[in-house]
């Protein structure tokens, strides 16, 4: 099992300058033994698509989808119209579209119930807010959270999902966890996972995003339990989110 880096650009780069990062990331030299993905605004997916060409990565990625693959839903994005479009992964459950857009719980698990059928493995994203924290709230929040969200999805030997493991108040504020705690939310997750998916739950890449950069990476990926990253802020420079790829790996 590769770790794997995504990706998430959030709401920046239009078509012109998605098309404009992906022509500078392909110059950058990528490890081996690493998964690299790009989460780009739906608008954005063809554009990088079409200037990746024939380039293995990064793997196209998106930010949401709706749990319907076609109807009466405006606005909305379909499972099986990124399918088409080549995506590998999708987000769900960003703390921003739980906390800005309202989605719950059931929300998240129908959406990756969804792309689970349509083939697109979920990134389903959890993680407690700074007051939850404070008030030892943690691991039963993320356990509920996880729980919830993993319902209705089958695992059939291959890993069925990926899980971001993303304190609120680690995103966007340039305080990382701390790689300790990390390992100890995941492994509660792990042990979620179990539950569940019996063996299998080994195959799902647990992965930990907030305030990831150059410099915390490698403490991240050389964690046990920390199967790879998602990365925010830091993926927006194509040559230092390669910087960024580079450093993940040890020399
Ligand atoms: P950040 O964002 O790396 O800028 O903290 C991570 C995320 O929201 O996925």
Redesign the pocket.
């Known amino acids: 099992m590769k770790n794997i880096i995504i990706a ?1 650009w ?1 709401m920046y780069y239009g078509p012109v300058k998605a098309g404009a990062w992906v022509r500078a990331f392909r110059r950058e030299r990528l490890p081996k033994d690493l998964e690299v993905a790009v989460a780009a605004p739906f608008i954005s997916l063809p554009a990088v698509r079409a200037t990746l060409g024939r380039a293995l990565a990064p793997v196209l990625a998106a930010q949401d989808a709706f749990w319907a693959n076609e109807g009466a839903y405006t606005g909305e994005v379909s499972p099986t119209m990124l399918l088409e479009l080549g995506v590998s992964y999708c ?1 769900v459950g ?3 579209r739980r906390h800005i857009m309202g989605e719950t719980d059931e929300m998240v698990a129908k959406k990756a119930r969804a792309l689970q059928l349509a083939g697109i493995s979920p990134v389903i ?1 959890v993680g407690e807010t700074e007051v939850e924290r404070r008030r030892g709230n943690s691991k039963k929040v993320v356990r509920q959270q996880v729980q919830k969200a993993v319902e209705g999805i089958k695992g059939d030997g291959k890993a069925p999902a990926i899980i ?1 493991y ?1 304190p609120v108040w ?4 340039g305080k ?1 966890c701390s790689a300790y705690d990390a390992r100890e939310m995941h492994e509660t997750i792990r042990t979620v996972l179990k539950k569940k998916f019996g063996s299998t739950a080994d195959a799902i890449r647990i992965i930990y ?5 150059t410099r915390n990476i490698l403490e991240f990926l050389t964690t046990t339990d920390v199967d790879g990253a ?6 927006l420079d194509p040559r230092a989110f390669g910087l960024l790829c580079r450093a993940a790996v040890p020399s």
Request: proline share 4%; with cysteine; charged share 15%.
């Open positions: 998430n959030k987000l960003h703390s921003e994203c971001a993303e680690a995103i966007g504020s990382p995003g907030g305030s990831v950069d998602l990365v925010g802020g830091a993926s």
